[in-house]
């Protein structure tokens, strides 16, 4: 049995993973068993500079943190080495950055699971969703389709008015 303090300091880390997990708008769960201590700090510092926090975390005290919300459902793979990235603004940046970094590790730095708006997602869903652009890019493609329509239209209309206007001169004359 578990001294007083230790189990303490035990319920103090669940309530924050617990905490973490909730005020989160995505997360990816990964096994990192196998990377280097030099492509862990570059991992670290790409993450930090995307504001997604990353943290090793013990398999069983995230079993009770996300024991009895919609992401229960990640408790069947967490099982060995497992890290943790959350971001609380951009939701794609978890997903985009760990699943170019297990693309790039050789099998070595393996996706786990995820969620995002509170769905548990697989690493298939992850992989996928790390292909879309991020917010600002998701906006410039919205705004190019909404320009476009406008401008073919005032370009078709030039070329009408460039075509009719030596045809109406010849007439003229």
Do not use: C, W
């Not at 993450?47 to 990353?54: D, N, T």
């Not at 975390?57 to 408790?75: C, H, P, W």
């Amino acid at each position: 049995m578990p001294s007083k303090s230790v189990l303490e300091a035990k319920q103090a880390v669940v309530a924050q993973l617990k905490d973490k997990v909730a005020s989160s708008v995505s997360g990816v769960l990964v096994d990192y068993k196998g990377i280097t201590a030099e492509a862990d700090t570059k991992l670290r510092k790409e993450l930090r500079e995307a504001g997604v926090e990353y943290t090793v975390v013990k398999n069983t005290l995230l079993k009770r943190a996300i024991e009895g919300t919609e992401l229960e459902g990640m408790s069947a793979v967490l099982e060995g080495t497992t890290a943790m990235a959350v971001a609380s603004e951009d939701q794609i940046a978890p997903a985009r950055i760990l699943n170019k970094f297990a693309k790039d590790s050789n099998g070595k730095f393996v996706i786990k699971s995820g969620f995002m708006d509170g769905k548990v997602m697989t690493p298939a869903e992850i992989a996928a969703i790390a292909d879309l652009p991020n917010k600002e890019g998701l906006i410039q493609m919205l705004l190019s389709v909404l320009v476009s329509g406008p401008r073919g239209l005032a370009i078709a209309i030039n070329e009408i008015a460039k075509a009719q206007s030596p045809a109406e001169a010849v007439e003229t004359a």
